[in-house]
């Protein structure tokens, strides 16, 4: 849902918060944890891996929302997201056209 | 307790030990000393296992009250990695053995986790006469159009058209719609996804867990390095966003419409979900019945 300004209950609302954790070494960079993030949090390294493949670097530290469809659609077990804290939206996270996902 | 000689080194040094690496939420259910698997890259394969052990959990199953039994094949490379009672047994006979294991553990659910050709070609008629028993197995069938493991040969699904390493100039055969053939063949659950939707394969291998009888889920999965590649379909992201472009949800769909052509639209969905009595029902019911005190139905070991 997003809003032309920021609601003025924002320092009320708390959205779940995820901690991701990524085995570099036993991803085949097949991409999809960075192609199906609703958030686009995750984006491929330019750095390889030490099979040759590129991971998935944390692009917007603090943007995941614990959703999980990362861990669930990785093929290799490498990737995984564990509940963090929840946190309160930035304002601009809310505000209509700056919405991402 | 004496220190070894690499804790006095650190100790003098200060170099700061690693952290204890955070485990995997699903290591306990791997066998993680054999990872990474061998499955190529983008390979829809190991994202099914995910949601296998996924659905596993979430059906609230005890571990040692579920079994794993693959045939031979990339896909039959699952028993392999999953830390249960799993068995990778010979070509086309991985329902043959888990009917034996149901048999025997009359309180397991046996899940047998396989491919096309292990279960449809090879494994045909062990998959159609299970079903028709209503034998108490959940099969989740992983469908890459083709034998992988063996070079891309074309195989009991590869649609018409599609080129594959026997079928140079496209296949020229009548494809199984597996769906179909599990239902008219007495399944009482039978779904259809693809890899992409990995939540509805785990939920559906919930659900399939904890029903008595014959399910069987068909999860259609990419397999870049031999049907994409023969068919220049691009890499196993390209075909997951294929399935994005062209599954089509319709649970009420009838099975007898739900061919999948060359690079159409694929229908998915929950097509059966009824009830019947299972292979040991009815044997248990009709012996009971006859026999009266002298028959003892047999409840495990
Ligand atoms: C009795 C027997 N016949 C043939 C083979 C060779 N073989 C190994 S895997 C395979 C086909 C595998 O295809 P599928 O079940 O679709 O699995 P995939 O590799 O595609 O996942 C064949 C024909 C064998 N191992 N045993
Ligand atoms: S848990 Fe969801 S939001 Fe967080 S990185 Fe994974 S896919 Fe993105
Ligand atoms: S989904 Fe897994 S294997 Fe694929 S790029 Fe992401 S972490 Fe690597
Ligand atoms: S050959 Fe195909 S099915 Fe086998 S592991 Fe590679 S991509 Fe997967
Ligand atoms: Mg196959």
């Known amino acids: 849902m997003a809003y032309w300004r920021a609601p003025l209950d924002l320092k009320k609302v708390e959205v779940p918060h995820g901690d991701i954790h990524i085995n570099i070494e036993h991803c085949k960079g097949c991409n999809f944890c960075v192609e199906y993030c609703p958030r686009e949090v995750l984006?491929?390294?330019?750095?390889?891996?030490?099979?040759?493949?590129?991971?998935?670097?944390?692009?917007?530290?603090?943007?995941c929302v614990n959703c999980n469809l990362c861990e669930m659609i990785c093929p290799e077990f490498s990737i995984f997201v564990l509940e963090g804290k929840t946190r309160h939206p930035e304002a601009d996270e809310v505000i209509k056209g700056k919405e991402k996902s | 307790m004496s220190k070894t000689a690499e804790q006095i080194l650190s100790d003098e040094l200060l170099i700061p030990q690693p952290k204890e690496p955070l485990a995997h939420p699903?290591?306990?259910?791997?066998?993680?000393?054999?990872?990474?698997?061998?499955?190529?890259?983008?390979?829809?394969?190991?994202?099914?296992?995910?949601?296998?052990?996924?659905?596993?959990q979430k059906s609230g199953l005890e571990r040692d009250k579920v079994g794993v039994v693959s045939g031979i094949g990339c896909s039959g490379r699952a028993a392999g990695y999953l830390q249960l009672d799993s068995f990778h047994s010979t070509h086309g006979r991985a329902i043959a053995f888990a009917t034996g294991v149901a048999l025997g553990n009359p309180d397991m659910k046996v899940a047998v986790i396989s491919g096309?050709?292990?279960?449809?070609?090879?494994?045909?008629?062990?998959?159609?006469?299970?079903?028709?028993?209503?034998?108490?197995?959940?099969?989740?069938?992983?469908?890459?159009?083709?034998?992988?493991?063996?070079?891309?040969?074309?195989?009991?699904?590869?649609?018409?058209?599609?080129?594959?390493?026997?079928?140079?100039?496209?296949?020229?055969?009548?494809?199984?719609?597996?769906?179909?053939?599990?239902?008219?063949?007495?399944?009482?659950?039978?779904?259809?996804?693809?890899?992409?939707?990995?939540?509805?394969?785990?939920?559906?291998?919930?659900?399939?867990?904890?029903?008595?009888?014959?399910?069987?889920?068909?999860?259609?999965?990419?397999?870049p390095t031999l049907y994409a590649r023969r068919n220049r379909l691009g890499s196993g992201l390209d075909l997951m966003r294929f399935y994005h472009d062209n599954a089509v949800i319709d649970h009420n769909a009838d099975t007898r419409d739900i061919d999948i052509e060359y690079q159409k639209k694929i229908v998915v969905g929950k097509f059966v979900d009824k009830e019947k009595p299972t292979f040991l029902e009815n044997k248990d019911a009709v012996l009971s019945a006859k026999l009266g005190d002298k028959y003892i139905p047999y409840k495990g070991a």
């Open chain 1, 43 to 63: 984006e491929m390294s330019v750095e390889f891996n030490r099979k040759g493949y590129h991971y998935p670097n944390v692009l917007k530290e603090g943007a």
């Open chain 2, 26 to 56: 699903m290591e306990g259910y791997l066998r993680t000393d054999r990872l990474p698997h061998i499955w190529c890259s983008t390979c829809g394969i190991g994202t099914v296992i995910t949601a296998f052990i996924a659905g596993l």
């Open chain 2, 116 to 223: 096309d050709g292990d279960i449809a070609a090879i494994g045909g008629n062990h998959f159609i006469h299970a079903a028709r028993r209503n034998m108490n197995l959940a099969i989740i069938c992983i469908n890459n159009f083709n034998y992988a493991m063996t070079g891309g040969q074309a195989g009991p699904t590869t649609p018409e058209s599609a080129n594959a390493s026997t079928a140079p100039y496209g296949a020229y055969e009548y494809p199984f719609n597996l769906p179909f053939l599990a239902e008219s063949s007495g399944a009482v659950y039978v779904a259809r996804w693809t890899s992409l939707h990995v939540r509805r394969v785990t939920n559906a291998i919930a659900e399939a867990l904890v029903k008595p009888g014959f399910s069987f889920i068909e999860v259609i999965a990419p397999c």
